[in-house]
């Protein structure tokens, strides 16, 4: 399993901010993945972060809005830049789990970052 | 592109008593995974039972099971002897295997379990 902690568990921002999130997991994985979870929602795919490489994102999110950094396998940032009140939402950090290297397919998740934007 | 339908945006059910949460999927890949992940009021998603496509054996996990149809593309998910703690939302996810695998999470079911 994997432990992943999340921080800051929630905010309330301001339009025009930029808010970071953080996600430790306790230990060591290729790809870090992050979600949106809009309210009542489902999850959505933001990007995919893989250490020492750029993050892949997916259609409708871009870096400019989204920069995520990958320095190490534990670790990864999520930035919301320029936020709007479209902008609230949960904010999920994800990995999967790998066995012997091979990925499982298994998803762990933080608790999500509620961020409300005002 | 993976769609995953979940057609019941809330079920209740009494406690014992059993509950099906439907799940459908449209690909045409003919390798892939289907997931049912439960996220409790706390927030944290956790997984709670997985299926192989190439298995044509149902999982189960306990009070947890699954009723997998590969080509009518329906993932189903039956909670047996339901419990208050099984209360949550619950999402039905399929990935795709691949450089890195890709998940598709379904629009999610809020199950109610009524004492």
């Known amino acids: 399993s994997a432990v992943i902690s999340q921080k800051p568990s929630r905010d309330i921002c301001q339009r025009g901010t930029s808010l970071t999130i953080q996600c430790q997991v306790d230990?060591?994985?290729?790809?870090m993945f992050w979600y949106r979870q809009q309210p009542g929602q489902s999850l959505t795919l933001i990007a995919t972060a893989n250490q020492g490489s750029e993050a892949t994102y997916e259609s409708g999110f871009v870096i400019d809005k989204f920069p995520i950094s990958r320095p190490n396998l534990t670790f990864s940032t999520l930035t919301v830049s320029n936020m709007s009140p479209e902008d609230s939402s949960i904010y999920l950090c994800?990995?999967?789990?790998?066995?012997?290297?091979?990925?499982?397919?298994?998803?762990?998740f933080g608790e999500g970052s509620r961020l409300t934007v005002l | 592109a993976q769609t995953v339908t979940q057609s019941q945006p809330e079920m209740s059910v009494q406690e014992a008593e059993t509950v099906t949460l439907s799940c459908t999927y449209d690909t045409s890949e003919n390798n892939y995974y289907l997931f049912w992940y439960k996220q409790p009021p706390s927030r944290q998603m956790i997984l709670v039972i997985r299926?192989?496509?190439?298995?044509?054996q149902n999982a189960t996990e306990n009070r947890f099971s699954v009723n997998f149809q590969k080509a009518a593309k329906s993932f189903s998910l039956k909670i047996s002897d339901s419990q208050l703690g099984d209360t949550a939302m619950y999402f039905c996810?399929?990935?795709?295997?691949?450089?890195?695998?890709?998940?598709?999470f379904g629009s999610g079911t809020k199950l109610n379990v009524k004492p």
């Open positions: 994800s990995v999967e789990l790998a066995l012997a290297g091979a990925p499982t397919g298994e998803l762990f």
């Open positions: 996810a399929f990935m795709k295997p691949g450089n890195f695998n890709k998940f598709y």
């Open positions: 230990s060591q994985v290729t790809m």
């Open positions: 299926q192989e496509a190439y298995k044509q």
